[in-house]
């Protein structure tokens, strides 16, 4: 804030200071800041469309051939499982262990713990 300070009553023989203050008769419309300059657009980046197919050819390559797998017409049948041998019927649900399977099983005996 534009202040002058006076001194106190008693503290001298000045005299009060008075400053002409001038007013402005007129307000000024506020003027708008000045715009910046335009900033200019960067040039268009370079086609590349040459350079893509490799890729989409390495992209669609793996799925032409899987398709072609799957709608291959097949001239081979596949070999049907032969029926287990067994000396005796067993019944639906049941297996046989040879004897190697025998022998990798462990059985390991049942103990109590307290726990």
Known sequence: MNVIHQPRAGQGDTEPVVAPVTLPLKREAP????????IPEPPAPARRGRRRWPFLVAALLPVAGAGAYFAWPR??????AEPATSAEAMAPGE??????E????????VA????
């Open 95 to 100: 297996f046989h262990l040879s004897d190697a």
């Open 31 to 38: 003027t708008a800041p000045a715009a910046p300059p335009p």
């Open 75 to 80: 001239t081979q049948a596949v070999p049907a």
């Open 102 to 109: 025998m022998r990798a099983l462990r059985i390991e005996p």
């Open 112 to 115: 109590l713990h307290d726990f």
